[in-house]
């Protein structure tokens, strides 16, 4: 079974969801909630998608910089 949590927002940007859904049925949103969740999922995801590749950007810098020292490492 599922659990829910409260998140408040303020009561204009509620109710401006709200309008534009209700406004905009080919949307298919249910309620300002459905709606909502969706918007937090995709941001996660793009948060996430970020992360990941600052992740990776680090790894190939410090690849880079073991490189190097191996490679000067070996001069001496």
Do not use: C, W
């Not at 992740?55 to 490679?71: D, T, Y």
């Amino acid at each position: 079974m599922v659990k829910y949590s409260t998140v408040s927002i303020p009561k204009e940007l509620h109710e401006e969801i709200r309008k534009t859904i209700l406004a905009n049925p080919r949307y298919r949103y249910r309620s300002v909630a459905e709606f909502s969740l969706e918007a937090i999922k995709i941001r996660l995801d793009e948060i996430r998608a970020q992360l990941e590749e600052e992740k990776g950007i680090r790894k190939k810098k410090v690849e880079r910089a073991l490189k190097n020292i191996k490679r000067k490492l070996r001069l001496k």
